[in-house]
């Protein structure tokens, strides 16, 4: 049983080539079957976020699912493996504890990667993907996670992607409640930095997605207003923070309309908070003049600040991971038994079924009852004991203590 996880993240590679592997929710499923159908592999589950991109599965060949991961995003694979990491076997059960549980991100014990894992999962049950041995690890996952998260202090006072993102704020204007603040996108990463943003009165708060209906949910949630993507280009110049995070595979806001809001502005600087991945806001925005940008791995930097209260946890957490790991462990050893005590209970019943038969039919012509029982139970002991008898016979000088040894643990010989 070959579990194999391989994958990038933010602390492999840099955000340039992150966002060129990334699997978008639409995509998800068949990017899934495309994988189980076109290479050596029975199960998989894809974990794709703006801090990594991660596979899940299990297979025999793992090579060849590595290079279909740059193959389907048409990279080279020379390219993307000097960035890979590769996490065979108990590796991989121990590397998906710890992202679960909060150790492997960018910020230490936040909770949102336990919700990826399960929106990994539901993708891979809906195509088809998620067999035995990968519904056992991410069942035992969330186990884990939820532990980590009871019995240690991990997540205390968290510093969130979206709390940074004020913090940010708060160091380039002397005040958040005298600026209007836009927020691109309706997800939870946008609904999150809005409930901190909003928790210092901004002067305004505008909310802009693809669905307006969306934009509106958030808009009375918060008192703000809902406005279209299309709105964009005339909105900008109005709005002094600008926090973007759509699931968009291409910018949505270039260099050009920056440029043309810088002048309606007069040039009053912006800030722009950019946690897509793939990025939302070109890159060569952030070469513009009184233009603020940060990125997601900038958020991290600064969310990464002031975590001594989190670290004494993490001893603590790993050890739970190790146990867990131990365990585990024996579970897939003992699924790696399986088909042996299988075809060892299978031969005995034969066996029993053969002398059973045997038994009836002397029965049906008449013979002595008592007879034919001892006759049954000379049979089978006989048959049962014959593959042991014979190995120990036969073996070598070198093998047979061994053998003896062992036959006297299994039979519990004196």
Same mark, same amino acid.
Request: aromatic letters at 6%; glycine letters at 4%.
């Given at each position: 049983m ?5 994958g990038?993240? $933010?602390?492999?590679?840099?955000l340039l080539?992150?966002e060129?592997?990334?699997f978008?929710a639409e995509?998800?499923?068949?990017a899934l &079957?495309d994988?189980v159908?076109r290479?050596?592999v ?7 976020t703006c801090?990594r991109t991660?596979v899940?599965c $299990? ?5 060849q699912?590595?290079?279909?991961l740059?193959?389907?995003? @048409? ?5 993307l ?8 076997h108990d590796?991989?059960?121990? $590397?998906a504890?710890?992202?679960a549980?909060g150790?492997d991100?960018m910020?230490?014990g936040?909770?949102q ?11 891979a049950?809906?195509?088809?993907t998620l067999?035995l041995?990968l519904?056992k690890? +991410?069942q035992?996952?969330f ?5 980590v998260?009871s ?5 205390a006072s968290?510093?969130s ?6 913090r940010?704020?708060e ?6 409640a005298e600026?209007?603040a836009l927020?691109?996108?309706?997800g939870?990463?946008?609904?999150l930095?809005?409930?901190h943003?909003g928790? &210092?009165h901004?002067r305004q708060?505008t909310f802009?997605n693809r669905?307006?209906?969306r934009?509106?949910?958030?808009a009375e949630? +918060?008192?703000?207003?809902?406005i279209?993507l299309n709105?964009l280009?005339?909105?900008l110049a ?10 968009s595979s #291409?910018p949505i806001i270039g260099k050009?309309?920056?440029?043309s809001? #810088?002048r309606?502005r007069k040039? &009053? ?7 897509a991945?793939?990025r939302d806001?070109?890159? %060569?925005v952030g070469e513009?003049d009184?233009?603020f940008l ?6 991290? @930097? ?6 001594d209260?989190?670290e ?7 050890a739970i991971?190790?146990?867990?790991v ?18 060892l209970r299978?031969?005995a019943?034969?066996?029993r079924?053969r002398?059973v038969?045997h038994?009836?039919?002397q029965?049906?012509r008449?013979d ?6 001892? %006759?049954?139970s000379?049979?089978?002991t006989?048959? #049962? #004991?014959?593959?042991p008898?014979h190995?120990l016979?036969h073996?070598?000088q070198?093998? &047979? ?5 062992t036959l006297r643990r299994?039979?519990?010989?004196k």
């Amino acid at each position: 049983m070959q579990l194999f996880a391989f994958g990038i993240n $933010h602390q492999t590679a840099p955000l340039l080539l992150r966002e060129q592997v990334v699997f978008h929710a639409e995509n998800m499923v068949q990017a899934l &079957r495309d994988l189980v159908d076109r290479q050596p592999v029975k199960e998989a589950a894809i974990i794709s976020t703006c801090n990594r991109t991660e596979v899940y599965c $299990h297979t025999e060949e793992p090579a060849q699912a590595m290079h279909w991961l740059a193959e389907y995003h @048409k990279l080279k694979s020379q390219n993307l493996e000097p960035y890979l990491y590769q996490l065979p076997h108990d590796r991989a059960v121990k $590397h998906a504890f710890r992202v679960a549980s909060g150790l492997d991100s960018m910020v230490l014990g936040e909770p949102q990667i336990l919700g990826q894992f399960k929106d990994a999962v539901r993708s891979a049950e809906q195509a088809g993907t998620l067999g035995l041995l990968l519904n056992k690890l +991410f069942q035992r996952t969330f186990s884990v996670a939820k532990t980590v998260r009871s019995e240690t202090e991990i997540g205390a006072s968290t510093v969130s992607m979206a709390s940074a993102a004020v913090r940010l704020a708060e160091r380039i204007y002397p005040s958040i409640a005298e600026q209007a603040a836009l927020f691109i996108g309706a997800g939870e990463m946008i609904e999150l930095s809005a409930t901190h943003f909003g928790a &210092r009165h901004p002067r305004q708060m505008t909310f802009a997605n693809r669905t307006v209906e969306r934009a509106q949910h958030l808009a009375e949630r +918060f008192r703000g207003r809902a406005i279209t993507l299309n709105d964009l280009p005339s909105q900008l110049a109005v709005h002094d923070i600008i926090v973007t995070c759509t699931a968009s595979s #291409l910018p949505i806001i270039g260099k050009g309309v920056i440029e043309s809001a #810088l002048r309606a502005r007069k040039h &009053r600087p912006f800030l722009i908070i950019d946690l897509a991945v793939p990025r939302d806001v070109e890159a %060569q925005v952030g070469e513009l003049d009184d233009v603020f940008l940060y990125s997601v791995d900038d958020l991290g @930097k600064i969310a990464r600040e002031g975590m001594d209260a989190r670290e004494s946890a993490v001893a603590q957490a790993e050890a739970i991971i190790e146990t867990q790991v131990g365990d585990f462990m024996q579970w897939m050893d003992r699924r790696e038994l399986v088909p042996t005590i299988r075809a060892l209970r299978d031969d005995a019943e034969r066996a029993r079924r053969r002398a059973v038969e045997h038994a009836l039919r002397q029965l049906a012509r008449g013979d002595e009852s008592q007879q034919v029982i001892e %006759q049954l139970s000379h049979s089978l002991t006989n048959k #049962l #004991l014959h593959a042991p008898t014979h190995a120990l016979n036969h073996a070598n000088q070198d093998d &047979r203590e061994q053998l003896t040894n062992t036959l006297r643990r299994l039979y519990q010989l004196k």
